[in-house]
């Protein structure tokens, strides 16, 4: 096993950087097969934070770092929903605002 990088990105842009990744890959001028699987790992790591359903789109199958921006429920194992909430939602938690 080698030694394993993070990348760090705003999950706000992974939709755009999967979708640039993905014209990258069909563009007319061709990457070799190295290149293009090189491509597709990080579309891979990219899918883990940002799950698609079979139709291609995220729909509701949110993650803590998918990256969209309103408040959402997750529902992870056992049933158990987790609600993202806000910066602003936890600060005014700490200061005892509803
Ligand atoms: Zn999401």
């Not at 979708?19 to 597709?40: K, N």
């Not at 899918?47 to 998918?66: A, E, I, Q, V």
């Amino acid at each position: 096993m080698g030694v394993y990088a993070d990348l760090l990105i705003d999950s706000s842009r992974l939709k755009s950087l999967r979708e640039a990744l993905c014209l990258a890959q069909t563009h007319p001028s061709g990457l070799d097969t190295q290149q293009s699987a090189l491509i597709q790992l990080v579309i891979a790591q990219i899918d883990r934070h940002r799950p698609l359903g079979p139709d291609g789109k995220h729909g509701n199958r949110h993650t803590f770092t998918c990256g969209c921006d309103d408040e959402q429920s997750i529902t992870v194992d056992d049933g158990i929903s987790i609600r993202k909430v806000s910066e602003s939602e936890v600060l005014d938690e700490d200061r005892g605002m509803p």
